[in-house]
């Protein structure tokens, strides 16, 4: 289903998709899985593209991973990071998909979004019920959010997360999203890994070995391997590529990381 409803953080309506597990009763508390889209994309691209719920069903009948709530917001181009006061567009036109855009986008994530689904579903409204990942843009926010908000989540997960690590092609972006060195390292996953107490969080990294972005995604394990973690594990995927095929082949083992019973 698709609900809309207001952001305060962001000062106009949201789209957000929710999957409800098969047998969903509201008496019963659910875990939550976020699961954050990747660029130029929106509240659709897990489902729909990347087929996140036909497999969620699968996996919940045959009991391998718990019932499970699973939102897919849309966050618009925002890397999920507060970056203005007001919502809008870095650069370029505001119809345009590809447009950047700036305002309060990890509290319209942490605070208005989880208070939505909160009070509108049978959520279990706790960190230990609460899980957050995401593809590419998505994956750099969930992991930013998840280092920044260990109180708020208790699994996190980056899929071929875009971390910068001097990739001259997306420099102009990285000197936007990381203007100064004091900003890079509230909002770098890779400094965050460094600096935050991660000791309560499951952390799930993953990247194809055909991928532009495994080299930071190679620096961030790096730093996660020396940090202490509730658990960690890096997979790095043979000839996985930057795109939706890589992502649908690999979101049987993402639901298993963030539902699977025998983790308990």
Do not use: C
């Amino acid at each position: 289903m698709k609900a809309t409803f207001y952001s305060e953080s962001l000062e106009k309506n949201m789209n957000v998709n929710v999957y409800l597990p098969p047998g969903y009763d509201k008496n019963t508390q659910y875990p939550v899985l976020y699961a954050l889209h990747a660029y130029p994309f929106d509240e659709d691209h897990w489902f729909k593209a990347l087929k996140l719920t036909e497999k969620a069903d699968q996996l919940i009948s045959t009991g391998k991973i718990e019932p499970i709530i699973i939102i897919s917001p849309k966050f618009d181009n925002s890397w999920g990071i507060n970056t203005a006061k007001k919502a809008g567009i870095w650069n370029g036109n505001p119809e345009d998909p590809k447009a950047w855009h700036e305002g309060l986008y990890e509290s319209y994530l942490t605070q208005d979004l989880i208070h939505y689904v909160d009070t509108h579903f049978s959520t279990i409204p706790s960190r230990k019920g609460r899980y957050i990942g995401g593809a590419s843009m998505g994956g750099f926010a969930a992991l930013h959010i998840a280092f920044r908000n260990p109180q708020l989540f208790s699994k996190v997960g980056g899929h071929a997360p875009a971390l910068f690590l001097g990739n001259k092609m997306w420099k102009p972006l990285q000197d936007e999203i990381f203007p100064t060195d004091e900003l890079r390292k509230e909002r770098d996953p890779i400094y965050l890994a460094e600096s935050q107490s991660l000791a309560k969080l499951e952390i799930y990294i993953d990247v194809g070995d055909q991928d532009d972005f495994q080299i930071p995604a190679k620096k961030l394990n790096e730093v996660l391997s020396q940090k202490k973690t509730k658990s960690y594990e890096f997979h790095l995927i043979k000839g996985g590529h930057h795109d939706d095929a890589y992502w649908s082949s690999q979101a049987e083992q993402y639901l298993l990381f963030y539902g699977d019973t025998d983790r308990k």
